[in-house]
């Protein structure tokens, strides 16, 4: 039997000032000379911006919970690290407006806050249109986001230049005041071991807890995508010292991700492959037991391509929003990492624009990691041909050097598409330390994932002895959507059809929504208190990215309805500044 399955594997601030010299004693230097680069007055980007006509997107630290101590290496996660950063969109006003729902957004497998971008401004759109009330997004950065170095990255954006980027991870320049100090490695965080679902729970509790207690059942809907829809599960079913997770919740929304472990007994669940791992997986996923987790590995990053290819995607996202049309900007260590996802030694990758870069990079047609493909358009000015990439996916990749290669955009193909170019290359970068790919995504959270999924852990279990309190899904009570696309669909079913959710669906069938609820009484069998959609043509990140219109409007607009039926009339300000 598989423990960890792979919708809870592969389900693919502001940084404080106090955090980053928490951190600089534990990374390691460049040894280059390179001289400062300067030039006129920077300011980062700012927390407070108005990111579309009529939406502000601001961000802001939440003091988390303090995980306990790493027993193995007696290490303990310092002060500084215990915050989680919230990314909110909301109508653009001074003071905020009421909010008729606050709309929780957990992003999943190695994925950041930006990941949401496209969803979360849809949200704000159709509150906005609504006079009964609008919707705020707030996209949830996990603390591990807060120790990336985007100090690059972030220059870049304000510059619209993306060789500043260059300059400071790659060249080892001094960039307006600070120096890359090298990407972080196992040993720098062994605290990190003890950031599991227990402590992404309770940091997610903390940020729910801005809404007053009164207001949270009739205003909060959670969200969960890919990985953090098991998250979603497990936080509805939490027991918060005799308070049910989801009794403070309005709804549950599960995007291409479900925990597909829903009243499995305990039985089903080793210890010895929770504490030492699964001997017998095969997977390029494997996630070793919470031993290995402790001594060796707190985080975990793509087979391959190590914690840079994070930093990597940013800057050819930043190459494609500032010089599209340009040819491919490269330096050896990006050339090895493009050429390894298109299954090519480095002299035979054709000239290009950054814009069929990134295409290639993240296009389902030719995407290496599928888990990070959205549909986008497709190549043009030379020919592609099938090949089995690296990750095992069948794609397509350039096949004739002499060539220069450029993109065309979703809505530039027949049939159109679903996702923007422009669109996905921001959400890579845009914003004050966001960005879309988790540098140093905690192993002990896809450990937790594959044990906690049945959402029925009682205290005699040995889970609840590793801080596991997912204890009350047969009473789940709130209403429950879900959106199967290619990564928990079946594929080639006609109709197309999602087994993955099966479980789920007998748990929630005996309990009909509960009392206090617009939908009071409705059973299960009515699609306003259990729905799952099937769309086979949306990638696993389509979902959460889609373009606002056809296909991408429908979902959208099928979601801003499940918020508006499922909360309240009225509203709550909150100020968070």
């Avoid at 120790?147 to 220059?155: F, N, P, S, Y």
């Avoid at 998250?231 to 403070?248: K, L, M």
């Avoid at 995407?367 to 397509?396: L, N, P």
């Avoid at 923007?420 to 905690?442: H, V």
Wanted: some cysteine.
């Amino acid at each position: 039997m598989r423990h960890v399955s792979r919708y809870a594997l592969v389900a693919l601030s502001l940084s404080s000032v106090v955090v980053a010299a928490a951190l600089a004693s534990a990374c390691s230097s460049k040894s280059g000379d390179a001289p400062p680069v300067t030039v006129a007055a920077y300011t980062p980007p700012p927390a407070h911006a108005v990111v579309e006509t009529g939406i502000v997107r601001e961000t802001f630290l939440v003091p988390g919970v303090t995980p306990p101590d790493n027993p193995t290496l007696k290490a303990a996660t310092p002060a500084a690290q215990n915050f989680v950063r919230v990314v909110r969109y909301r109508v653009d006003a001074t003071p905020p407006k009421p909010a008729k729902a606050i709309v929780v957004l957990m992003p999943g497998f190695l994925a950041g806050s930006q990941a949401f971008d496209g969803l979360a401004r849809a949200l704000v759109r159709r509150g906005a249109a609504d006079g009964a009330g609008g919707i705020e997004a707030w996209a949830i950065d996990r603390r591990s986001n807060l120790l990336e170095d985007t100090h690059g990255a972030d220059v870049a954006e304000v510059r619209k230049d993306v060789s500043w980027s260059s300059k400071y991870y790659v060249d080892g320049a001094s960039v307006e005041g600070k120096t890359f100090a090298g990407f972080l490695d196992e040993t720098a965080l062994p605290w990190e071991s003890e950031w599991g679902m227990a402590t992404t729970v309770g940091d997610l509790h903390a940020v729910v807890s801005l809404v007053p207690a009164a207001e949270r059942k009739s205003r909060v809907v959670l969200v969960g995508h890919s990985l953090g829809a098991t998250i979603a599960e497990a936080y509805a079913a939490w027991d918060f010292d005799g308070v049910r997770g989801f009794d403070e919740l309005a709804g549950v929304v599960l995007i291409d991700g479900v925990a597909n472990a829903e009243g499995d007994p305990p039985s089903k669940f080793d210890r010895k492959i929770y504490e030492n791992g699964d001997p017998s997986s095969t997977s390029a996923f494997n996630v070793p037991g919470v031993d290995v987790v402790r001594r060796l590995q707190p985080f975990i990053t793509l087979p391959l391509l190590g914690v840079a290819v994070g930093e990597q995607a940013e800057r050819i996202a930043l190459a494609t929003s500032f010089a599209g049309n340009a040819p491919r900007i490269s330096d050896d260590d990006l050339l090895g990492t493009f050429a390894l996802l298109l299954g090519l030694k480095s002299t035979e990758v054709p000239p290009m624009t950054n814009r069929a870069a990134f295409g290639f990079a993240f296009d389902d047609e030719s995407a290496a990691v599928t888990i990070a493909a959205v549909s986008m358009g497709k190549a043009s000015g030379g020919k592609v041909e099938s090949y089995k990439a690296a990750f095992g996916a069948t794609v397509v990749h350039p096949t004739e050097p002499t060539k220069s290669y450029d993109w065309l955009d979703y809505d530039q193909v027949t049939p159109k598409e679903k996702t923007s170019m422009p669109e996905m290359a921001r959400a890579f970068y845009e914003g004050p330390g966001l960005n879309f790919i988790e540098w140093y995504f905690p192993t002990r959270l896809a450990l937790d994932a594959g044990f906690v999924g049945s959402l029925n852990i009682q205290k005699d279990d040995f889970r609840a002895e590793y801080g596991l309190r997912a204890q009350h899904g047969a009473e789940i009570d709130l209403p429950v959507l879900a959106f199967a696309a290619q990564l928990t669909g079946d594929a080639g079913s006609s109709p197309p059809t999602a087994k993955s959710y099966d479980k789920l669906a007998a748990m929630l069938a005996k309990v009909p929504i509960g009392a206090g609820r617009p939908l009071a009484g409705t059973p299960r069998t009515d699609p306003r208190a259990w729905r799952l959609i099937v769309d086979l043509s949306f990638t696993h990140v389509d979902p959460v990215m889609a373009h606002d219109v056809d296909a991408g409007k429908t979902w959208y607009d099928t979601l801003g309805t499940f918020v508006k039926d499922n909360t309240t009339a009225g509203g709550v300000v909150i100020d968070a500044r």
